[in-house]
């Protein structure tokens, strides 16, 4: 059994331990702590030229945001102050419109703009009205045109042309011009052969003395001579014979399409059928396209209504005199006629009538 002594030696053993214990913690806390500062002292340089790397890099990027900041704040400046002037000049000149619309001038100005403003919706529903009327009426024509009548209408400028023939005859030309290059290529080459000096070989046959030794050696044939001529090699008319195939089909081609063109230019049955569907109709349906003539008698309401529309949109701006204002007025319309469609003599009849009634 443990004495109370033994007991408080082995508490005071103890204690002891833990000092030592607590003291090599205290070494080892002293040994990190420096090697804590010396780590720190290192860190300070790269800690520093970080932190000198962050400042220029951050003042270079509030730089260029400061920059882009000003630019839209220029820019929204800029498009601020031309809304405003807009806005001023739009304000100015209702403002002024306002003050010269109580003068005479400007009275005169309101009140034919608002005649004019009724007046031009009326022209151009008449000008649609006329258009839809000789649409009508060459559709309804054109459908009671036989085919063969059609089709002779549309051939007619083709047969006129003869394209056909014409690149036929191109084409041909163009071989006879290879061709013609081809024989010409042939002569010079012959020339230049014939020009080379030739060789004295003994034991070579001439042409002249294989003619001479045809009746003596019966081995000896005539092909066996003209193997050897000469003038075997020079161009012949066989050669030229491609040049005067194509020349001659050349010239056979123009004279093809000229004698269909004059066939085609005194065929009169085009221009009989187009007077026949003139004189049936009043107008030849193959190739009038929209309205033959205005609605109108006078021709000096030609672009009528554009200008009366022109003038009430600048009107306000331009401040026309009551001289300058152009005069309102319904055109009148041509009577109608019997050798007309009845689509467009409708259409003159009903404008008459409302003009009646505008009159009135």
């Known amino acids: 059994m443990t004495s109370a002594k033994d007991h408080l030696r082995n508490i005071d053993h103890s204690t002891a331990k833990s000092e030592e214990h607590l003291s090599d913690i205290r070494s080892s806390s002293a040994s990190a702590a420096q090697s804590a500062a010396q780590n720190t002292q290192l860190l300070k340089g790269i800690a520093f030229t970080s932190g000198a790397s ?35 000049a739009e304000q100015t000149a209702r403002h002024e419109f306002s003050m010269w619309r109580q003068t005479p001038e400007g009275t005169a100005f309101v009140d034919w703009q608002q005649r004019a403003a009724a007046l031009v919706p009326l022209l151009r529903d008449r000008e649609r009205t006329w258009q839809a009327a000789w649409t009508n009426a060459i559709g309804r024509a054109q459908a009671q045109i036989p085919p063969d009548e059609k089709r002779r209408f549309t051939n007619h400028p083709a047969r006129l042309k003869q394209n056909g023939f014409k690149i036929a005859s191109i084409v041909s030309f163009i071989a006879a011009g290879l061709a013609a290059i081809g024989l010409i290529f042939q002569i010079l080459t012959a020339s230049v052969l014939e020009s080379l000096p030739q060789t004295n070989d003994p034991d070579r046959l001439t042409y002249a003395e294989c003619l001479e030794m045809l009746d003596t050696n019966p081995i000896l044939t005539e092909a066996d001579c003209e193997a050897i001529n000469p003038a075997a090699d020079r161009p012949g008319l066989r050669d030229a014979r491609p040049l005067i195939l194509f020349a001659g089909l050349g010239i056979t081609f123009v004279v093809l399409r000229k004698v269909r063109q004059r066939a085609a230019q005194a065929d009169p049955t085009v221009q009989r059928e187009a007077a026949a569907r003139t004189a049936r109709w009043g107008f030849d349906p193959l190739t009038t396209q929209g309205a033959w003539y205005a609605w109108h008698e006078s021709q000096g309401f030609t672009g009528y209504a554009d200008r009366i529309e022109h003038m009430v949109r600048t009107g306000p701006s331009q401040r026309p005199q009551p001289s300058q204002l152009i005069r309102l007025q319904v055109p009148t319309p041509r009577p109608p006629d019997e050798r007309l469609p009845a689509e467009v003599g409708h259409v003159l009849a009903s404008f008459q009538q409302e003009n009646e009634e505008l009159s009135r």
């Not at 003042?59 to 001023?88: G, P």
């Open 54 to 88: 962050m400042v220029f890099n951050g003042i270079t990027a509030a730089n260029t945001a400061k920059m882009a900041r000003t630019q839209e704040a220029q820019l929204a400046l800029q498009r601020e102050q031309h809304a405003l002037q807009q806005a001023v």
